[in-house]
C-alpha cells in the first residue's frame, strides 16, 4: 500500500512498499482519506524530534474505520473518525479526571506495525497518517459526523484541538477577559477561533509576517501587531491596553498563547501579561531551550503564572465530536484552515510550500 516513510538523515520517501499488519482485538483499521501536513512532521525530518527509522509518519487525519478487532465495541466499518494520537490507557487516575494527556501510556509507546520493504517500520505519534491504511488503538478512533467533509475535519486532530484546547481546557478563558497569541499558524489560528467562542474582550494576533492578518482577523482577532515593525512586543501590546501608573509594569493582557516554540517569544509572552495573567506554553521548543526570567518580578509580585500544555489537554471523545458539531453551525472555521489539498505522491510539494510559509495548513489526499 502507499505511505510517506521517514528513512532519517531529513529524508522522506513516497512509496507503495509500505505494509501494515491486522488489527489486535483492542484496535482498528482506518483507511486514511486526508490528513494534515503540522510543523511536528516538519520537525522528524530535521531532527528536532528524534525519532527512530524507518517510521511511517503523520499524525493529523481522518478517514473511514475499515477492520475492527474481536473486541471492539465503540466504533464499526463505515464510521468516519478523526484520530487522536493519544492511545491512553481508559482506566488510570489520569484518565478517570479526564486528563487523557497525563496518562502515562499517552506519550513514548512506540510500537512496529508496518513493514517498508520488508523492514518492521515504526508508527509515528501512535497514528501514522500518511499511510493509506494504519492501524490504532480503539480510544484513538473519534467518530465524528459523517457530513462533516474529511480533508477539514482530518485538522481537528492536531492543529485544530492543540489550540482550541489550550484556550478552552488548559487556561478556560473567560468572558470579557484579554489574550495575545503568538505565531498564527495552524495551532495559533485555532487559539483566535477558541478565544472568540469564549467571549474574550480583545484578542491580540502577533505574527511577523504581514499577510497573516487578514486570516487572523477572519477567526476573531480584534487587534494585529506584526512584531518586526516593532521595538518590543511587550511595549505594543501595552499600548493597546495600557494599565495606568503604577510599580512593576501594570498593564497587557490576562493571557498569552505562546504557539511558535521559539523560546525568546515566550520571554515576550510572559513580559505582556497585566498583573495576575498567566502565559500559556503550546509551541514545542527544541528539547534543550531553557527559560531565564526574574522570579520577583515575573511570577511572584503580580500574581504572575505559566503553563504548559500538551496537545490542547484534549479529552478527544468529547471535544472533537463537539468541534465538529460547531463547525456545523457555522461557529468553528475548519474549511479556511487548508489552504491547499494535495495528491498523496505531492508530499514534497507540501513540503516546500510549508517553508515557504505559503500555507495555513496543507492537506494530503489519499
Ligand atoms: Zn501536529
Ligand atoms: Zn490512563
Same mark, same amino acid.
Given at each position: 500500500?502507499? /505511505?510517506? $516513510?521517514?528513512?532519517?538523515?531529513?529524508?522522506?520517501?513516497? *512509496? =507503495?512498499?509500505?505494509?501494515?499488519?491486522?488489527?489486535?482485538?483492542?484496535?482498528?483499521?482506518?483507511?486514511?482519506?486526508?490528513?494534515? $501536513?503540522?510543523?511536528?512532521?516538519?520537525?522528524?525530518?530535521?531532527? *528536532?524530534?528524534?525519532?527512530?527509522?524507518?517510521?511511517?509518519?503523520?499524525?493529523?487525519?481522518?478517514?473511514?474505520?475499515?477492520?475492527?478487532?474481536?473486541?471492539?465495541? *465503540?466504533?464499526?466499518?463505515? =464510521?468516519?473518525? $478523526?484520530?487522536?494520537?493519544?492511545?491512553?490507557?481508559?482506566?488510570?487516575?489520569?484518565?478517570?479526571?479526564?486528563?487523557?494527556?497525563?496518562?502515562?501510556?499517552?506519550?513514548?509507546?512506540?510500537?512496529?506495525?508496518?513493514?517498508?520493504?520488508?523492514?518492521? *517500520?515504526?508508527?509515528?505519534?501512535?497514528?501514522?497518517?500518511?499511510?493509506?491504511?494504519?492501524?490504532?488503538?480503539?480510544?484513538?478512533?473519534?467518530?465524528?459526523?459523517?457530513?462533516?467533509?474529511?480533508?477539514?475535519?482530518?485538522?481537528? /486532530?492536531?492543529?485544530?484541538?492543540?489550540?482550541?484546547?489550550?484556550?478552552?481546557?488548559?487556561?478556560?478563558?473567560?468572558?470579557?477577559?484579554?489574550?495575545?497569541?503568538?505565531?498564527?499558524?495552524?495551532?495559533?489560528?485555532?487559539?483566535?477561533?477558541?478565544?472568540?467562542?469564549?467571549?474574550?474582550?480583545?484578542?491580540?494576533?502577533?505574527?511577523?509576517?504581514?499577510?497573516?492578518?487578514?486570516?487572523?482577523?477572519?477567526?476573531?482577532?480584534?487587534?494585529?501587531?506584526?512584531?518586526?515593525?516593532?521595538?518590543?512586543?511587550?511595549?505594543?501590546?501595552?499600548?493597546?491596553?495600557?494599565?495606568?501608573? /503604577?510599580?512593576?509594569?501594570?498593564?497587557?493582557?490576562?493571557?498569552?498563547?505562546?504557539?511558535?516554540?521559539?523560546?525568546?517569544?515566550?520571554?515576550?509572552?510572559?513580559?505582556?501579561?497585566?498583573?495576575?495573567?498567566?502565559?500559556?506554553?503550546?509551541? $514545542?521548543?527544541?528539547?534543550?531551550?531553557?527559560?531565564?526570567?526574574?522570579?520577583?518580578?515575573?511570577?511572584?509580585?503580580?500574581?504572575?503564572?505559566?503553563?504548559?500544555?500538551?496537545?490542547?489537554?484534549?479529552?478527544?471523545?468529547? =471535544?472533537?465530536?463537539?468541534?465538529?458539531?460547531?463547525?456545523?453551525?457555522?461557529?468553528?472555521?475548519?474549511?479556511?484552515?487548508?489552504?491547499?489539498?494535495?495528491?498523496?505522491?505531492?508530499?514534497?510539494?507540501?513540503?516546500? =510550500?510549508?517553508?515557504?510559509?505559503?500555507?495555513?495548513? /496543507?492537506?494530503?489526499?489519499?
Amino acid at each position: 500500500m502507499r /505511505g510517506i $516513510v521517514f528513512v532519517g538523515d531529513g529524508q522522506a520517501v513516497v *512509496t =507503495d512498499e509500505l505494509e501494515v499488519r491486522a488489527p489486535a482485538a483492542h484496535e482498528v483499521v482506518v483507511k486514511m482519506v486526508n490528513a494534515g $501536513v503540522c510543523h511536528s512532521d516538519l520537525s522528524v525530518l530535521d531532527g *528536532t524530534i528524534p525519532f527512530p527509522t524507518p517510521c511511517a509518519m503523520g499524525h493529523e487525519g481522518a478517514g473511514i474505520v475499515e477492520e475492527v478487532g474481536a473486541a471492539v465495541t *465503540t466504533v464499526t466499518p463505515g =464510521d468516519h473518525v $478523526v484520530i487522536s494520537t493519544l492511545a491512553n490507557c481508559g482506566r488510570c487516575s489520569a484518565c478517570a479526571r479526564g486528563f487523557p494527556t497525563r496518562c502515562r501510556s499517552s506519550i513514548g509507546n512506540m510500537t512496529r506495525p508496518f513493514t517498508y520493504q520488508g523492514t518492521p *517500520t515504526f508508527n509515528f505519534a501512535a497514528a501514522s497518517c500518511f499511510s493509506e491504511r494504519t492501524v490504532i488503538d480503539a480510544i484513538q478512533a473519534v467518530r465524528i459526523d459523517p457530513s462533516v467533509p474529511l480533508s477539514s475535519a482530518c485538522l481537528i /486532530g492536531c492543529g485544530v484541538i492543540t489550540g482550541m484546547g489550550a484556550v478552552l481546557n488548559r487556561a478556560k478563558v473567560a468572558a470579557g477577559e484579554t489574550a495575545a497569541v503568538f505565531g498564527v499558524g495552524g495551532v495559533g489560528l485555532n487559539a483566535i477561533q477558541a478565544l472568540r467562542l469564549s467571549g474574550a474582550a480583545r484578542v491580540i494576533a502577533i505574527d511577523t509576517l504581514p499577510q497573516k492578518e487578514a486570516l487572523a482577523r477572519q477567526f476573531g482577532a480584534t487587534d494585529w501587531i506584526n512584531a518586526t515593525e516593532v521595538d518590543s512586543v511587550a511595549d505594543a501590546v501595552r499600548d493597546l491596553l495600557p494599565g495606568g501608573k /503604577g510599580m512593576y509594569n501594570p498593564g497587557g493582557v490576562d493571557w498569552a498563547f505562546e504557539c511558535t516554540g521559539v523560546p525568546k517569544v515566550l520571554h515576550d509572552a510572559l513580559d505582556c501579561l497585566e498583573w495576575g495573567g498567566n502565559a500559556v506554553a503550546v509551541g $514545542v521548543p527544541p528539547a534543550s531551550a531553557q527559560l531565564e526570567k526574574s522570579i520577583f518580578t515575573s511570577f511572584v509580585y503580580i500574581d504572575k503564572g505559566i503553563m504548559g500544555c500538551r496537545y490542547g489537554t484534549a479529552r478527544p471523545h468529547h =471535544d472533537f465530536p463537539m468541534i465538529a458539531e460547531l463547525y456545523l453551525r457555522g461557529k468553528v472555521l475548519l474549511d479556511e484552515l487548508v489552504s491547499q489539498v494535495y495528491p498523496h505522491a505531492e508530499f514534497h510539494t507540501v513540503l516546500d =510550500d510549508m517553508h515557504q510559509g505559503k500555507l495555513a495548513r /496543507g492537506v494530503l489526499q489519499f
